[in-house]
Each structure stands twice: as structure tokens, then as C-alpha cells.
DNA sequence: CGCCCGCTTGACCCATGTCAACGTCGGTGG
DNA sequence: CCACCGACGTTGACATGGGTCAAGCGGGCG
């Protein structure tokens, strides 16, 4: 079930198949299916377990009294909702769908095992959770710094870039099944706005945007528009250089 | 040596006296000083040690490809840089200061110490931690959808709290050690809009500025201009409740 | 004493927001 | 099967928050 997360995590160390087999045990306890903007958690609530994003879109936001919402980020498959919030009684913002979504409940105690059991594991969840973070430093810089057309390409270069981590590009393609709104509420840009953008960007032939599909012909190109530097995705393997010698047997 | 972070910890738990001596001699195994606009770990670096802050104002922050620069996040005394990016083999921001600094640099086997026999230094740390995620969450959200009225005036909510959280604050006003252009880089605002923002801030009452003193003669005015929601500091203490009983022997 | 950094102010401009209308498409119910 | 509807995308006109540039000022420090 939880290859996606599986994959993403493949991209930090090796794991054994034993490490693997615990995943997908640990996600195939407790499924549960969330229709498109509903709440997966609101701000308030008392988290009781991790999520596991399985299939579909899903973000972190926060709603100000006078209705303006920030998207803070983005959940694609493969992704956990907060490994570690157990130790706040209470959500200081909200979870919420963007798409239809499959997702995995896993237990604190689940998550306990998992880490007493695969060292493997607990250091690949290290590292998922520092990406987490510096991703959100990242849109910090982004939306504090970036113009628009820079700030929309950031955005769509990390999406890719992530989708692809978890095997969900198709060659320069992926999909985007959210709205323009929804791209504004993550930018700090207008809906109006963000459509002058694209425009803009498809004008350039940096991005072809149809329906839900997102292709960018030269991701080099959108990269130097949108001053993307893809280091902050941590995507250096520890141990790569085994990978030559197709060692299963990395150590941690 | 460590009263700013004792006392920061001892917001969300308390804390044995072994506890406290404890991290007394983890922060006084080896001490440095930093001038001012000195970077104390740079993007590229490969980190070491945790950097704990005793004393002066430093920052993460990102510098852009055409110079453009974001600061990301502030790091106030008591102030903990990373407990845990070990995990990472390379840093993808800079940490530098804003004030002269006197730091303490922990290793990774000292903290390692500390969670092993400290449970509630380990869970504080985690409080700490996910604190810090919680405020890097707000800012994307204070960039993103506040005026700049409320930007400004959230910040310096947020930094007077922090810093009546660690004994820096008088009464209504505490110290505050950098520049205009450094308030701007952490807003997203140019350093001329930052003096105008503060003017009108000022005008309002809402602040007194001079030199480097901010006093905030009501605090919940500023927080209601601001749109201020204290709950994303997760200041409610776990055990509030057995205060009035003076235990020390709160479970953890 | 003089210099430099940071603060302040004014003039002007532009990126982006707001408002409003219209188009398009997919779904749904009569 | 068609009519309607709602959500989303698109476009134009206009408003404005905030950026940029430039000059002046004031105080701390060498």
C-alpha cells in the first residue's frame, strides 16, 4: 500500500525488505476515505494519530478571523502528517483535503515499534521530517522574497520534484489536480493573479497546463526563472555511492 | 548558565533539579563568542554541533542569487539551532548573527546523553522543537496573507512573548537589538516600508520605539491589530493544573 | 572632529489586489 | 436529452500597498 511512502523514503537510505514489510503493515492497519475539501483535523483538535497520506492531495492551513487563508503546505502521497505532534494537546492550524483522499491512520504506538525495531526507519523518518521543515523555511524565502512569476515556478519546480520523488511524474509531466485559488492561498497571491502568471509562464513555454496536467518541457529552465535550488530537498542518499555495489547491507 | 533555556523548557514542563543541572553542564562544556553579522554556521557546512544561544540575537536566514535576503527565523537566548540535523549531511541556509553572541556548542553525544537519562529534558526538547515548527508555520502565514501593519505588528508580538518566556522582558517592554532593514528581511517588507509601518504603529500608540527598547504599553491591542493568536506558541503547560500543589513530582 | 550606519521622508512607479463580467465545462435533475 | 447550475478559469478596468531611488539627518564611535 504505502509504496509511494516507501519510495520517498528509498530516496534518503536503503531499506531491507523487512524494513518495507513493517511499512506496509503499519499502514494497512486502519484505512479511511476523505472526500475533497473536508477536514482531515481542525485546528483545536487533539491529534490521536499519524496520517498517512495514500493517495490524493491534502494541506496544512490556517484561516485568519477575517477569512483569508494561507495554505502552508502541500501533502502529496507518500506524505506523514506530523510524526510527532502527540506532544502538543492541540492543533494550532488545520488539516484539510484538496482532492479525494486514501489515507493510512497509524497509531503512536505503531510508530513507536516501527522506530524501537528499524533503526533504518527512525533515520529515514528523521530525515522526512527535517525535509518537512526545510521545505517550510523554503516557502518563508519564497513568498517572503520571490516575485510572482518566480514564486508560481518555485512552487510547480518543488510539486514535481516531489511527485517524481514518489513516482508520480510521467516523464516531464505530473499531475496538478488543484485550483488556481488553491495555488494563490499557497503563494500569498491573489486567484487573479495566479492566472496572469501562468499565463505568463505558459507565454514563455516554461509550463503546458491543461485541465490537470502539468508538463514542463525544460525543468533547467524553470529552475534558473525561479531561482530553485534544489538542495533544500535533501535528496543527496546517504551511502549512494554503495549503490554501485547494490549492497543491501548499508550501515545506518 | 542556561537560565534562558531552563526557563523556556520550564514554560511547557517542569523540570527536576537534576534536570537542570544536567543541562547546566551539557551548555558549560564549551562556550564562543561571535560578533555581530558573523555567520556561525554557513549554507554548505556540514553541522556539528547544536548551537545553543545564551546570549545576543542571531538568525537563519537564505540569501537569493541576486542578493535578495530572507531571514527565516530568529533565534533569541535560550534558543536551541537544530537539536537534530545531524541527520542532514549539509546545511541548506545560513546562521548568523545579529548582535554579538555568546553561544554554547553542544555535541550530538552530550544531547544524546541528555534524552537518554532526562525524560523530561527529552520531551521538553520535543516541545521545543515542534514549538519552532509551529512558529515557522505562523511566519509563512504572516507573510503570506498580512498587511504590513499586521505583519510588523504580529513579529513583534511574537518576539516580546518569546522573550518574556526567557526573562528578557520588563514589564511591558523589552530590548530589541536590530535594525529596521533586519525586520524587513524577516517580513518580506523594504526597509523604507518597515519605517513607515512603524510610524503609523507608533501614531496608533500601539508601540513605543526608541533606540533599542520596544514597549508595548497594551499587548492585547497589538495582538488584535495584528491578528495575534498566542495559540501557535503552545504555552498551556502540560501539568498546569498541579502547580497550585507545588509537586515537583509531576509525571511526564 | 568626521564618518558611517541606520533612521526618516518625499516623489514616483509598479506589482499585485479588487471588482466585475463573461466563458467553459462537467454534473445533475426534470 | 436538454436546461440549468455551480465551480473554475479568464479578462479588463481600476485601485493601492509597497518598492525603489534619492536626499537629508542624527548619533555613536574611532
Known amino acids: 500500500m504505502p ?22 503493515d503499519a499502514a494497512s492497519r486502519k484505512a479511511r476515505l476523505v472526500d475533497p475539501h473536508q477536514d482531515i483535523i481542525s485546528e483545536g ?4 494519530h499519524v496520517n498517512l497520506i495514500l493517495e490524493g492531495w491534502a494541506c496544512r492551513y490556517k484561516h485568519l478571523e ?14 506523514l502528517c506530523d510524526p510527532h505532534v502527540f506532544v502538543l494537546r492541540e492543533m494550532d492550524h488545520s488539516i484539510g483535503t484538496l482532492t479525494p483522499v486514501r489515507l493510512a ?18 533515520k529515514a523518518l528523521w530525515w522526512e521530517m527535517l525535509v518537512s521543515a526545510a521545505i517550510q523555511r523554503e ?20 510539486l514535481f520534484i516531489r511527485l517524481r520523488g514518489v513516482g508520480l511524474a510521467d516523464g516531464d509531466s505530473c499531475l496538478l ?14 486567484n487573479v493573479h495566479v492566472n496572469r502568471v501562468l499565463q505568463e509562464l505558459r507565454g514563455a513555454g516554461l509550463i503546458v497546463l491543461r485541465g ?7 525543468l533547467e529552465a524553470l529552475q534558473r526563472v525561479s531561482l530553485f535550488n534544489v538542495n533544500y530537498l535533501h535528496l543527496d542518499r546517504e551511502g549512494r555511492h554503495f549503490d554501485t555495489i547494490g549492497s543491501d547491507q548499508v550501515q545506518a
Chains 1, 2 share one sequence.
Open 212 to 218: 490537470k496536467r502539468l508538463t514542463i518541457p525544460d
Open 45 to 48: 483538535d487533539n491529534p490521536q
Open 66 to 79: 477575517d477569512g483569508r487563508r494561507q495554505i502552508i503546505s502541500f501533502f502529496l502521497p507518500g506524505d
Open 105 to 122: 491512520e497509524i497509531s503512536g504506538d505503531t510508530i513507536l515499534n516501527l522506530t524501537d525495531h528499524h533503526p533504518r526507519i527512525t
Open 177 to 190: 489536480p488543484i485550483t488556481q485559488t488553491d495555488l494563490g492561498d499557497a503563494t500569498g497571491l491573489s
Open 139 to 158: 516557502w518563508t524565502v519564497n513568498i517572503g522574497q520571490r516575485m510572482g512569476v518566480e514564486r508560481l515556478g518555485h512552487i510547480l519546480c518543488e
Open 3 to 24: 509504496q509511494h511512502l516507501i519510495r520517498k523514503l528509498e530516496q534518503f537510505t536503503r531499506l531491507s525488505s523487512e524494513d518495507k514489510w513493517a511499512l506496509e
